[in-house]
């Protein structure tokens, strides 16, 4: 009666299949938890690039506003049901691309602090009142908001480098930002809705910076044993 031999290789893929799918599940579910925040972060983003679409057509820039207005449209398709689906994915890509490879951390905590100092310069922005006032406050602080905002991006371009949705989403802002002049755009409209979009961000990055860190102190741990 011939042998049976084990199969190894069969079990190992069954464990590793098991191992993704239970990282992928939690992550998801963590992202599922922060529903609200990532409807309030599409609501606050539709609305605002709705408004720089208008502003830029009052000024005769029409491709620019049409950029915007495409931008604005998406994201409307984004909120309701569709948002569970947008949320799923971007839980997905973090699992699938970051949560099993290297991650950045050390970028992303440098991102949050940088956003933190945004955060003081948009308190400013929004607490001068009066039109003229936000219009000398930005000719005096512009140069240093888009300094810090750049920072951010090209942070979180090194954290989120592999193809998919935070990638995607990152770069699409990064060049509006420097191509576009959508952070002067945001700050002649009040920067009141972009500060409330970067302390959703912030918030989300701390949570990506608080998972990471554990795991890097467990993975620290281990080694040590």
Same mark, same amino acid.
């Given at each position: 009666?011939?042998?049976?031999?084990?199969?190894?290789?069969? &079990? *190992?893929?069954? @464990?590793?299949?098991? +191992? $993704? !799918?239970?990282?992928?599940?939690?992550? %998801?579910?963590?992202?599922?938890? =922060?529903?609200?925040?990532?409807? &309030? *972060?599409?609501? @606050?983003?539709?609305? +605002? $690039? !709705?408004?720089?679409?208008?502003?830029? %057509?009052?000024?005769?820039?029409? =491709?620019?506003?049409?950029?915007?207005? *495409?931008?604005?449209?998406?994201?409307?398709?984004?909120?309701?049901?569709?948002?569970?689906?947008?949320?799923?994915?971007?839980?997905?890509?973090?699992?699938?691309?970051?949560?099993?490879?290297?991650?950045?951390?050390?970028?992303?905590?440098?991102?949050?602090?940088?956003?933190?100092?945004?955060?003081?310069?948009?308190?400013?922005?929004?607490?001068?009142?009066?039109?003229?006032?936000?219009?000398?406050?930005?000719?005096?602080?512009?140069?240093?908001?888009?300094?810090?905002?750049?920072?951010?991006?090209?942070?979180?371009?090194?954290?989120?480098?592999?193809?998919?949705?935070?990638?995607?989403?990152?770069?699409?802002?990064?060049?509006?930002?420097?191509?576009?002049?959508?952070?002067?755009?945001?700050?002649?409209?009040?920067?009141?809705?972009?500060?409330?979009?970067?302390?959703?961000?912030?918030?989300?990055?701390?949570?990506?910076?608080?998972?990471?860190?554990?795991?890097?102190?467990?993975?620290?741990?281990?080694?040590?044993?």
């Amino acid at each position: 009666m011939a042998k049976t031999k084990p199969q190894l290789p069969t &079990t *190992l893929l069954l @464990l590793l299949f098991l +191992l $993704l !799918t239970t990282t992928i599940t939690t992550t %998801a579910f963590s992202f599922s938890r =922060s529903y609200s925040q990532y409807k &309030t *972060l599409f609501s @606050l983003s539709h609305s +605002l $690039l !709705t408004r720089v679409s208008n502003l830029r %057509a009052s000024r005769g820039d029409i =491709s620019g506003s049409n950029r915007a207005k *495409l931008i604005a449209q998406k994201l409307e398709r984004g909120l309701g049901f569709g948002l569970w689906g947008l949320s799923w994915s971007v839980g997905w890509d973090y699992a699938v691309n970051y949560a099993w490879s290297n991650f950045d951390y050390r970028e992303l905590y440098g991102a949050v602090s940088e956003m933190n100092e945004l955060l003081r310069f948009l308190g400013e922005l929004t607490r001068s009142g009066s039109e003229a006032g936000r219009a000398t406050w930005i000719a005096g602080n512009y140069k240093n908001v888009l300094r810090v905002s750049q920072s951010v991006l090209r942070r979180l371009v090194k954290v989120f480098h592999q193809s998919g949705p935070l990638k995607e989403t990152v770069q699409i802002v990064q060049r509006e930002v420097v191509e576009g002049d959508l952070l002067s755009d945001c700050l002649e409209l009040g920067g009141n809705d972009l500060k409330g979009l970067v302390q959703i961000v912030k918030d989300l990055a701390s949570q990506f910076s608080s998972s990471s860190s554990s795991s890097t102190s467990q993975d620290d741990y281990n080694s040590d044993l």
